[in-house]
């Protein structure tokens, strides 16, 4: 390993909930993009990822929106929204219930007159065994991750089109690159975002809309941290990334031309190496199996 890579392993800020090191986000020089005036819901608000990026948006300048199924977790945010933007508030709801979810987007837009950026991050992540038989296990995941996701970016697009003006950024995951043994619900979910989002994006671009993939690496979330708890080996450094990072580097990135929005490079090996040396990746995931 070069000597500057080795340096910048140890100088990683280390998480204190768990004394991990983590990095943040290389930015190189990128202005920081402004949301001055601009109407933002972010789902899946109340905490980790989410929470950071509703609140970076406030803090550029927009008028935040926390969407989350926790009552007392979204009204701790909401008080630290509004001190970084006044105008900022929140709706409870389930993303899992498609139903809910759009009828919530629709009184934001008759309250705001508009929804400038939307960010799908609401999800859960559920283990499925393969011999579980449990496919409602299956089908809850896929509810949140995914029919959610459809839902918010379908309800949001028509008026975006129509004002030729709009963000929608849709929270995927490296393990829809690398599906790894017991996360067959969670992949597939996060698979079928992707799918879905960039099949949107080149759909609405002419319209002046960016629809955009966020892939946002390892981060020590609640969520994150949930398959480390029996003592599972950490994924490498150089995936782990910090809340704030990943929600800064969103932030910059929206509203640009590329769809993917990539917090680590080292997930995008993992097509390459399936592809010319598949017996040797195949061997590197199933010792997963054998380490979970």
Request: glycine fraction near 10%; charge should be positive; charged fraction near 20%.
């Given at each position: ?20 090191r ?96 939307l ?26 991750n ?14 975006m ?50 629809v ?5 690496g ?23 990334r ?51």
């Amino acid at each position: 390993m070069p000597l500057s890579m080795c340096q910048a392993i140890r100088s990683a800020p280390i998480d204190p909930r768990g004394g991990r090191r983590v990095w943040p986000v290389a930015r190189h020089g990128r202005s920081t993009r402004r949301y001055d005036g601009q109407v933002a819901v972010v789902s899946g608000a109340s905490s980790g990822i989410g929470r950071a990026i509703a609140l970076t948006l406030a803090g550029r300048g927009a008028v935040v929106i926390g969407i989350a199924r926790r009552r007392p977790l979204l009204e701790e945010l909401t008080a630290e929204l509004q001190r970084l933007s006044p105008g900022s508030t929140n709706i409870v709801c389930d993303v899992g219930d498609a139903d809910a979810y759009r009828d919530a987007l629709a009184r934001i837009e008759e309250e705001q007159g508009r929804i400038d950026v939307l960010v799908n991050n609401a999800g859960i992540d559920l283990i499925l065994p393969a011999t579980s038989g449990a496919d409602a296990t299956a089908r809850r995941v896929l509810d949140v991750n995914f029919f959610g996701t459809v839902a918010g970016t379908l309800a949001v697009l028509p008026s975006m089109v129509q004002r030729r003006s709009g963000i929608v950024a849709n929270v995927s995951s490296d393990t829809a690159r690398a599906p790894e043994p017991g996360q067959g619900a969670y992949a597939a979910s996060k698979a079928a975002v992707s799918a879905f989002t960039e099949s949107v994006a080149h759909e609405v671009a002419p319209q002046g809309v960016s629809v955009h993939l966020l892939y946002p690496g390892w981060v020590p979330t609640a969520m994150g941290l949930s398959g480390n708890e029996d003592g599972d080996p950490l994924p490498p450094r150089m995936v782990r990334r910090t809340e704030a990072g990943v929600a800064a580097l969103l932030a910059d990135r929206m509203g640009g031309e590329r769809i993917d929005i990539n917090a680590a490079r080292l997930p995008l090996l993992a097509p390459i190496a399936r592809t010319f040396a598949p017996i040797a990746y195949q061997k590197a995931m199933r010792r997963f199996t054998a380490t979970g």
